[in-house]
């Protein structure tokens, strides 16, 4: 009897051993390590690693609970290296899968991110080659805009897409009226055939209407590019020689750029318009950029000198008619370049006329200064006393225009910047300032305290 217990123990507690020893071995064989659970939901870290590796090295590391593979299949130890070779190798997979696989296959990534195709460069060769073609065709025209006494012309350089821009200036500071004198300011905007026709369905049929609507469209036959914005500088001069040469003085911006319109009047109050007048935010010795990844890259068999002339940045300038004409006949006599505001400069230099620097022109934005990190740039009591701002948003311009215009506006220089009210089309616009307080006030607010260019 004492042997038979004593075998029953020794049994029973084999049995123990080896219901335990296949609990383990089915433990390890079935459930997933930290380590693959880890990648199986994939860190952005992992994902990154995995993107790396090819699709057969990822599918390894996500544990399966496949029917076929609940058999634990022991591998011979190797080098690791020939380890990495037999995993690489693809097996053949069960036509049935379940849920898990499909989705697992699904977040784990097989192939890196694709690398977006880069621009082309600008073929500089072909631009040499053509641009003896200056002469583009007038699709729409404004035969009566200059018609009778002009006192000012603004002009923005636009592009057919940009309705919105148009009419925030339209709406604004760009608006066509009469002053209290009688004189008056007209509007245009310059434009060209978009490059990308699709992008902009019925566009000729679009700006005909807004021509015809507004009567304030200039459009010639060629791609509206950036390095096309030359032409549209030559073709202006021409159309203002030609169909506009009663006018007094040209404003010529950009379509994103804040004007304060009483200001440059005031400023040209006393200007002779039969004398030559340029004012604006003057570059001097800028050299050309031979970084190719540059928008303004420009090799040097295109331009081998190693400084450009004088030139006002693009954003805004003003001028006098007379210079406009004279300008004209220069642009027709310059080799034309493919950076319009330099471009200019080679024609202001070729007819001996100096542009002026005016401190109201910020043709680059305003930059906060150091000196006052916490000043409020976008203070209507600051643009009160400039002339052009650039780089501003629709809302933005359309914001600065009725605070600017608001009578309960008040700052600490109650100096008007015009000495009249403006009128728009009969209705009179009162300024800010009170005659009788005009007294000598230190402003808070110095153009001079700003980046200077």
């Not at 977006?116 to 073609?133: A, I, M």
């Not at 009047?265 to 970084?291: S, T």
């Not at 090799?299 to 006098?320: D, I, K, L, N, W």
């Not at 605070?403 to 009179?428: E, I, M």
Request: with cysteine; proline share 6%.
């Amino acid at each position: 009897m004492r042997r038979i217990h004593i075998k029953g123990d020794v049994l029973c507690t084999l049995i123990m051993l080896g219901l335990l020893c296949l609990l383990l071995y089915a433990h390890q064989c079935f459930t997933p390590t930290w380590d693959t659970w880890h990648l199986e939901q994939g860190s952005t870290s992992s994902r990154a690693l995995l993107g790396a590796l090819p699709e057969s090295h990822v599918t390894k590391l996500v544990p399966s609970t496949h029917p076929d593979k609940t058999k634990c299949q022991s591998e011979p130890q190797s080098h690791p290296k020939s380890k990495l070779q037999s995993k690489s190798k693809p097996k053949t997979k069960s036509r049935s899968k379940s849920k898990k696989d499909e989705g697992t296959k699904k977040v784990a990534p097989t192939k890196a991110a694709p690398v977006l195709p880069t621009q082309p460069p600008f073929d500089f060769e072909g631009y040499l080659r053509d641009k003896d073609n200056r002469d583009f065709r007038l699709l729409i025209d404004q035969p009566g805009k200059c018609s009778g006494e002009l006192y000012m012309l603004i002009t923005i350089k636009s592009v057919a897409a940009d309705f919105e821009r148009r009419q925030v200036v339209r709406h604004t500071w760009g608006r066509e009226g009469v002053l209290q004198d009688g004189q008056t300011v007209k509007t245009v905007f310059l434009l060209g055939v978009p490059r990308n026709k699709t992008a902009l369905p019925l566009w000729d049929r679009l700006l005909a209407y807004e021509s015809h609507t507004f009567g304030d469209i200039l459009l010639w036959d060629f791609d509206d590019t950036f390095f096309n914005l030359t032409l549209k500088e030559t073709h202006f001069l021409q159309w203002v020689n030609g169909s506009c040469s009663n006018v007094q003085f040209i404003f010529k911006g950009d379509a994103d750029v804040y004007v304060n319109i009483d200001n440059i009047l005031q400023m040209l109050k006393g200007q002779k318009p039969d004398k030559d007048l340029f004012v604006g935010d003057i570059i001097h010795h800028a050299r050309p950029i031979r970084r190719r990844s540059s928008k303004y890259f420009v090799p040097e068999f295109v331009y081998g000198q190693t400084m450009y002339p004088s030139y006002a940045g693009g954003g805004g300038f003003v001028m006098s008619g007379h210079t406009a004409r004279r300008l004209s006949g220069a642009c027709q006599q310059v080799e034309l370049f493919p950076i319009d505001d330099v471009f200019l400069g080679m024609c202001l230099k070729r007819i001996g006329v100096k542009p002026s620097r005016h401190e109201g022109f910020r043709t680059f934005g305003i930059v906060r200064p150091s000196a006052a990190p916490h000043l409020q740039v976008f203070d209507p009591c600051f643009y009160r006393e400039l002339m052009v701002v650039h780089s501003l948003t629709v809302p933005q311009i359309w914001l600065m225009w009725n605070l600017l215009h608001d009578p309960q506006l008040s700052c600490h220089s109650n100096l008007a910047p015009t000495p009249w009210p403006f009128k728009w089309r009969g209705k009179v616009l009162g300024t800010t300032g009170q005659k009788d307080s005009e007294t000598t006030v230190e402003q808070d607010y110095d153009v001079t305290v700003f980046v200077k260019h």
